[in-house]
């Protein structure tokens, strides 16, 4: 296992991850705010908070692995 290169892969989960914090924003957020069936204040705050969880440990797996 020590001598496979895992660079790739840590890449690739990042940029999963930033695209699931866009895509949690664009679907929870605006959608929310477009539709109005739910509160849209607890909405933007769940939307907000996985989206900014997303982009977070992604940039940080994307980080670590150009390290």
């Known amino acids: 296992m020590s001598g496979k290169n895992w660079n790739p892969i840590g890449k690739t989960i990042g940029s999963l991850l930033l695209d699931l914090g866009k895509l949690s924003f664009g ?26 969880v997303f982009f977070v440990v992604g940039i940080v797996v994307i980080a670590k692995e150009k390290g």
């Open 27 to 52: 679907g929870l957020l605006l959608g929310s705010i477009l539709r109005g069936g739910l509160d849209p204040f607890n909405t933007f705050l769940l939307g907000g908070g996985l989206a900014i």
